[in-house]
């Protein structure tokens, strides 16, 4: 779903940002129960190094909660049992630090 699209939405139930490797961050978000990959205007995916400046593009969209979600794939790695998801998500503000 575009961005554009999704600030013209009147409530979203949660915009989740995605944590990935290196300090890489994608966002998401959950309307109506389902879930939707937020992209620009060319249908890439939004992602950044910078975790603020994600936040001050989404900015204009109002959710009901913003959440960092990480899911790891080291439980496995270092002989833990195998898992379905140990996603992480913790919930966060927007402090409007941009």
Do not use: W
Not at 11 to 36: P, Q, R
Not at 73 to 84: H, L, N, Q
């Amino acid at each position: 779903m575009k961005l554009s699209k999704l600030e013209k939405y009147f409530f979203v139930d949660k915009v989740i940002y995605h944590s990935l490797d290196l300090a890489l961050y994608n966002v998401s978000a959950v309307i109506d129960g389902k879930e939707f990959m937020i992209t620009d205007e060319k249908g890439q995916r939004l992602k950044s190094h910078n975790f603020i400046s994600l936040q001050k593009q989404l900015r204009n969209v109002k959710a009901k909660t913003q959440v960092m979600r990480h899911t790891s794939a080291y439980d496995e790695m270092v002989g833990g049992p195998s898992k379905s998801d140990n996603a992480l998500e913790v919930p966060i503000g927007d402090n409007q630090l941009y």
